[in-house]
Each structure stands twice: as structure tokens, then as C-alpha cells.
């Protein structure tokens, strides 16, 4: 079994930066990949962006030149950088972990998921 646990949220004015962070911790095999989902009151839960033990990632259109993955393979810690937040990136930002190595947009692909941080962006 892995754990993830985000941390990092909080409130930002409009134009401002955040950074999230997830780290995975226990069995964590050799190929995994990571991502950031988003979710609002009574909507799916949202693409971010993605990255894998290959250091290959994906990042969803809508926040392309924004938000930026990386990941530190060493401390099993993935971080979700976010840039010239808008009001309407307000959400819980969930971190997921995935037993495969392909990056998938799919929820369910994910294996493992952490309780979600609170991300509000004020105008």
C-alpha cells in the first residue's frame, strides 16, 4: 500500500503564486506516475497535470504556461508550481499516485489518492 498527502493550499490573490506538494510514501514500485486533479462543488474531478518516474509530464490546456510539474524522484515528492492564479482555479487540488508509469487524464487510472487541499484564489 502507498499513502499521498498534499499540503501547500491556502488563499492567493488573483496574479499570485502557490506551490503544492505531494509526497508518496510505503510501496511504491519502480513505475508510477503522479498528477494533480482539481475539483469544485458538484463538478468531475479535473485534469491537471501529470508526471512519471520517467520524468515525462503532461499538463492539461487549460493551464498550459501556468501551472508546472516537477518531481523529486529522490523524496517520492511531486510539486504542482502555479502561477498567475485566476479566480476560477479556486478548487481542491488532489494528488494521485498511479502503479503504472503511463500517464493517463483518467480519475481512474489513479490508485491512490490524498484528502485534497484547499486552493482559493481571491479577485
Known amino acids: 500500500q502507498a499513502q499521498v498527502e498534499e499540503s501547500g493550499g491556502g488563499l492567493v490573490q488573483a496574479g499570485g503564486s502557490r506551490r503544492l506538494s505531494c509526497a508518496a510514501s510505503g510501496r511504491i514500485p519502480s513505475a508510477y506516475a503522479m498528477a494533480w486533479f482539481r475539483q469544485t462543488p458538484g463538478t468531475e474531478r479535473e485534469f491537471v497535470a501529470a508526471v512519471n518516474d520517467a520524468d515525462n509530464t503532461f499538463t492539461a490546456t487549460s493551464v498550459q504556461g501556468r501551472f508546472f510539474i516537477s518531481r523529486d524522484g529522490a523524496k517520492k515528492t511531486t510539486y504542482l508550481q502555479m502561477n498567475n492564479l485566476k479566480p476560477e482555479d479556486t478548487a481542491t487540488y488532489y494528488c494521485?499516485?498511479?502503479?503504472?508509469?503511463?500517464?493517463?487524464?483518467?480519475?481512474?487510472?489513479?490508485?491512490?489518492w490524498g484528502q485534497g487541499t484547499q486552493v482559493t484564489v481571491s479577485s
Open positions: 494521485a499516485l498511479s502503479n503504472r508509469g503511463t500517464i493517463m487524464i483518467q480519475p481512474g487510472w489513479y490508485d491512490y
